[in-house]
């Protein structure tokens, strides 16, 4: 099998760190460890098709990362492309918003259950923390509750004491609990009654480095009777799992009703647009909350939404991509059954979690990653994975392939 070479990778890198903070910022570069080991890993990408991306070497990876989510129809959709590029010649950034932006709520409010009203932004941080803001704006209270291990973005009170940049205030009014554990949040509630504004969470647990966590039986129906009893916003983090599990939301997926959902990735395939959606009783208060952005309101990524979200309903994204998620992760599991590997698949099948465990200290399974990547199946080695409408059984075929090629080298190398 071909192994790639990064060489116009690594070049380029050595330019980005001249002139960028460390190259390559954020989830997407290798200062934040994502890409461990890193020598298996491109940097820089040339172009992007379907369920594939080209580095500039030119080596061809089968993506499953779809750029940390955004892309759930596979990259490039003529669709929504097509919307979008139809929207540019009428007017993307306008001194007015464009009508286009109403059609979109609309489209929202129908589509998302518990939704009377929308708010649009830019990424999935602008809504999580717009969230918190409605909350304290119609409760008068300060304290929210989050969740061990669960990731909203990177405003400041996302983030931890003593993290570069955050301060002690930036943080004292979160309480934190382990996900699953309803009486830690009870006696929480307990504990500081009247002070509550908010409980955030993700719909399931996905956090990284560790195996991702449906909620228990029950789980999320205590924890909305809690809210409704002591007048605390429920807010749904759905930036991630929005559209992949339900269409509806992954409130109903997981049979409850939020207050305040937030969705981000696979709205528009990869245009730039989040959106908070909320109750009647939170519009009043979300529309005195001072929040906005230049480009908050701009035409094309509404374009690309409508005609993203009509398509993900047409073709019942949800149920798809767990067909091809299931098909995927089986044949990766009982390949590594063959070599005597464990792979433990975790979470939901069109955004699975995976590690060898055979081996607590990750080594092994990072090593395994790094040999799919180096052969064109992109993996990380410690976040959730993601499946995409374009990927064909052809692709899983492939991968399959790649796994088992990397599967025998571990095993001969280790064992
Ligand atoms: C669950 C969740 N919430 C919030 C965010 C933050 O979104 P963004 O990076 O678009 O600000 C992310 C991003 O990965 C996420 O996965």
Redesign the pocket.
């Known amino acids: 099998m071909n192994i790639n070479k990064y060489d116009k990778n690594r070049e380029l890198f050595m330019k980005a760190v001249k002139v960028i903070p460390a190259g390559i910022y ?2 997407l570069g290798p200062a934040e460890g994502c890409f461990t080991p890193v020598s298996a890993y491109p940097f820089f990408s040339q172009q992007a098709k379907g369920a594939y991306f080209w580095d500039v070497d030119g080596n061809r990876f089968i993506d499953y990362m779809c750029a ?3 892309i759930i129809l596979g990259y490039n959709d003529e669709e929504v492309d097509g919307a979008a590029i139809e929207q540019l010649k009428k007017g993307n950034c306008v001194t007015s918003p464009s009508s286009i932006m109403v059609e979109f709520a609309e489209l929202m409010v129908d589509t998302v259950e518990m939704a009377d009203w929308v708010f649009f932004a ?7 923390s717009f969230a918190i803001m409605v909350a304290r704006a119609a409760t008068g209270r300060k304290k929210v509750i989050l969740v061990n291990g ?5 405003a400041p009170w ?1 983030q931890q004491e003593g993290y570069p940049g955050i301060i002690k205030q930036d943080v004292e009014n979160n309480f934190y609990v382990e996900w699953n554990n309803f009486e830690e949040v009870e006696r929480i509630v307990k504990e500081h009654p009247g002070e509550i504004a908010c409980f955030m969470a ?1 719909p399931y647990h ?1 956090p990284v480095f560790a195996d991702n966590e449906l909620p228990a039986d029950g789980y999320w129906q205590k924890i909305r009777k809690l809210c409704t009893d002591h007048g605390i916003v429920l807010a749904i ?5 929005g559209f992949r599990l339900d269409m509806a939301g992954s409130d109903q997926y997981f049979g409850f009703k939020a207050d305040l959902m ?1 969705f ?2 696979a709205i528009a395939n990869g245009w730039s647009v ?1 959106a908070l959606c909320g109750i009647d009783a939170l519009k009043d208060a979300a529309a005195s909350v001072k929040y906005t952005g230049s480009y908050w309101l701009s035409a094309v990524p509404f374009a690309a939404g409508i005609a993203c979200l009509n398509k993900l309903k047409k073709i019942d994204a949800p149920k798809h991509l767990q067909e091809k998620g299931k098909k995927l992760t089986d044949g990766l599991v009982s390949i590594g059954k063959a070599h005597g590997f464990d792979l433990k698949v975790t979470g939901v099948e069109s955004m699975w979690y995976m590690r060898i465990a055979n081996d607590d200290s990750f080594l092994l399974h990072q090593e395994w990653v790094a040999e799919c990547v180096r052969r064109g199946a992109f993996f990380t080695n410690h976040h959730n994975h993601f499946i995409n409408w374009a990927l064909t059984d052809e692709d899983i075929k492939k991968t399959h392939e790649i796994a088992d090629e990397a599967f025998h080298i571990l095993k001969k190398r280790h064992f």
């Open positions: 954020g989830h940390y989510g955004p830019k990424n999935g941080g602008d809504v999580t669960g990731y909203h973005g990177v996302t993700t996905h983090d759905d930036v991630r799992c937030c981000c990735k989040s």
